[in-house]
Antibody
């Protein structure tokens, strides 16, 4: 059974940083392309970042609006993916999900339960 | 970025009714389209991929169709457990989602 467990969320002030983690099991993590997606309080879904696997040199892609503030990384030895978020803004308030992709043009088959990030003073 | 315009934003239907939700892409996405169902307090669940392929375990009353820039999700014989918000998503390029359709019972 595929499991994705996001942790690290919470309440943070604007301008501060937060690092999200996603621990996975039930699939071959090392060959999966890992993604972060968020859902705003208005229910809008927004893809944020993807990190490909070792065979693709861990190529990374970002949504333009978070490039330079967010950093995705992975640790294949721990089957985990991370999202470092810096200089947080109130509009970053959302539920953050990690999801795997198993080939290039693929939907998101599996989602974690998500972790809430609230940016507010 | 490819924009996904989903309609309607909300929908009220009766049990047993047939429901259609539309999704329009800003450019040809070559059937790289998925539909998700999200129930309150839960994460999205994949229903349909490649525009018309039913994900394992999804009831056959759900179906998808379309090509090019126009796609639709059809729910036959609406059941109470189908009350949810539905999203389309393209994966032909960097993933983008429709704004969602909130389906309620009349």
């Amino acid at each position: 059974e595929v499991q994705l467990v996001e942790t690290g969320g919470g309440l943070v002030q604007p301008g501060n940083s937060l690092k999200l983690s996603c621990a996975t099991s039930g699939f071959t993590f090392s060959t999966a392309w890992m993604n972060w997606i968020r859902q705003t309080p208005g229910k809008r879904l927004e893809w944020l970042a993807q990190i490909e696997d070792k065979s693709n040199n861990y190529f990374i892609s970002y949504l333009e609006s978070v490039k330079g503030r967010f950093t995705i990384s992975r640790d294949d030895s721990k089957s985990s993916v991370y999202l470092q978020m810096n200089n947080l803004k109130e509009e970053d308030t959302a539920i953050y999900y990690c999801t795997p992709k198993f080939y290039y043009s693929a939907p998101f088959d599996y989602w974690g339960q998500g972790v809430m990030v609230t940016v507010s003073s | 970025d490819i924009r996904m315009t989903q309609s309607p934003a909300s929908l009220s239907a009766s049990l047993g009714e047939t429901v259609n939700i539309e999704c329009l892409a800003s450019e040809d996405i070559y059937s790289d389209l998925a539909w998700y169902q999200q129930k309150p307090g839960k994460s999205p669940q994949l229903l349909i991929y490649n525009a018309n392929s039913l994900q394992n375990g999804v009831p056959s009353r759900f179906s998808g169709s379309g090509s090019g820039t126009q796609y639709s999700l059809k729910i036959n014989s609406l059941q109470s457990e189908d009350v949810a918000t539905y999203f389309c998503q393209q994966y032909n390029n960097y993933p983008t989602f429709g704004g969602g359709t909130k389906l309620e019972l009349k």
